[in-house]
């Protein structure tokens, strides 16, 4: 039963990712200056792929343990 935690910990990390993704997309789109908007939007496009990637391993492994059995 130990093992559920494991794969639901690659959701929780995917989601808090996903916030941090949207605090530097309000970043880029808050800032006027170009020395800031480009990493902000960097940082972005870093971190949702990252963030769609944890979902989805994590949502896969879940589904899989669950459902797959």
């Not at 494991?6 to 929780?12: A, E, T, V």
């Not at 020395?35 to 899989?64: D, E, Y």
């Amino acid at each position: 039963m130990w093992q559920v935690y494991f794969f639901i910990l690659p959701i929780g990390l995917g989601i808090m990712t996903l916030a941090a993704s949207l605090l530097f997309l309000f970043a880029y789109l808050m800032s006027n200056d170009n020395a800031t908007r480009l990493p902000a939007f960097n940082w972005f496009k870093r971190l949702i792929i990252v963030a769609f990637i944890l979902l989805s391993v994590g949502l896969f492994m879940t589904f899989r343990h669950f459902w797959g059995q």
